[in-house]
């Protein structure tokens, strides 16, 4: 099939634009800038999901389209609302705007478990807009659609956004961790592979219109993820926890009473989290220590004379 992918450049979407040519799509990537990730075979549009002109062009060919744009990060929508509902409410709609113009079978879109309740400040209420224009798309143009609710990722390609890599990245560049939460907060922490993979199944028949949450099944207090880290690097380290009630996160779960509860979607081999977060302790390492030679997979550094 032919595939487009806004925010195909991002840390979720360039790992799942590789899952898409493995299986051996057609994929279009729309971004504000070129995906460092890009494969040969894979097709680069450089530009912003608020260019009408571009959503059409990126989108005419296209038989199913994922939508992965956006401010993704709380904090940053909090502090930047009208942006948010610029680029996550009024992106999402031109593109499903596009996508009714030119009959595309399948809109894919990425939402999180946020809607469910009454945490994430902007970046949820964004979310949920954009949820009720998909679901209203479909009930009067006849758009299919799938919604999925992303949990708590982590793997390569995050960055200091992406809670567990500025864990990670704390814990060895000042030995602290700073968190905004409680360390009774639990989080059910799902490797970007595992999510990837589980993403490329939604594109059967029977995902048609339906809300699919994709989180990981290994729930962990965040105090016991702090201790994973400080074992796996072999040091004490000094956890300061904010107990911030205005952070815009959940503590135990994301969940109130909503209407449209979506169905649990749990990869079939999964990435354990301990080894999951040693992989991401290694590149975080390797990005701190890029002037170092590498040898057979390890960073060489060459003794004084």
């Given at each position: ?74 904090g940053e929508a ?172 959940y503590q135990i ?44 997979g390890y960073l ?6």
């Amino acid at each position: 099939m032919n595939i487009t992918v806004f925010g195909g450049s991002g840390f979720l979407g360039s790992h799942i634009c590789d899952k898409l040519t493995e299986h051996g799509h057609a994929v279009t990537i729309v971004d504000l800038t070129p995906s460092p990730w890009l494969l040969p075979n894979q097709t680069m549009i450089t530009g912003t999901i608020l260019d009408e002109d571009l959503v059409n062009k990126a989108v005419a060919k296209a038989d199913v389209v994922f939508n992965y744009a956006g401010i993704a990060d709380i904090g940053e929508a909090n502090a930047r609302p009208v942006d948010t509902a610029k680029i996550n409410v009024l992106g999402n709609v031109i593109v499903l705007e596009a996508c009714r113009r030119k009959g595309v079978q399948r809109y894919i879109f990425a939402s999180s478990l946020y809607v469910y309740g009454k945490s994430g400040g902007f970046y949820r209420v964004s979310k949920q807009a954009c949820e009720l224009y998909i679901e209203n798309y479909q009930s009067m143009h006849g758009l299919p659609y799938t919604i999925l609710r992303y949990g708590s990722l982590y793997g390569p390609r995050a960055d200091k956004r992406n809670a567990i890599h500025r864990f990670v990245t704390e814990a060895l560049t000042t030995g602290t961790i700073t968190y905004y939460g409680a360390p009774t907060a639990l989080r059910e922490y799902v490797h970007v592979d595992d999510a990837s993979s589980a993403t490329l199944t939604v594109l059967g028949k029977e995902f048609e219109n339906q809300n699919i949450i994709i989180s990981g099944n290994q729930p962990m207090r965040v105090a016991d993820l702090f201790q994973m880290i400080s074992e796996m690097l072999g040091k004490p380290l000094d956890i300061k926890f904010q107990n911030d009630p205005n952070s815009g996160h959940y503590q135990i779960t994301p969940y109130a009473f909503m209407p449209r509860i979506g169905r649990k979607l749990v990869p079939p081999l999964t990435v354990d989290l301990g080894q999951g977060i040693l992989r991401v302790m290694e590149e975080v390492h390797k990005s701190l220590n890029n002037a170092l030679p590498e040898e057979g997979g390890y960073l060489v550094q060459n003794s004084p004379t």
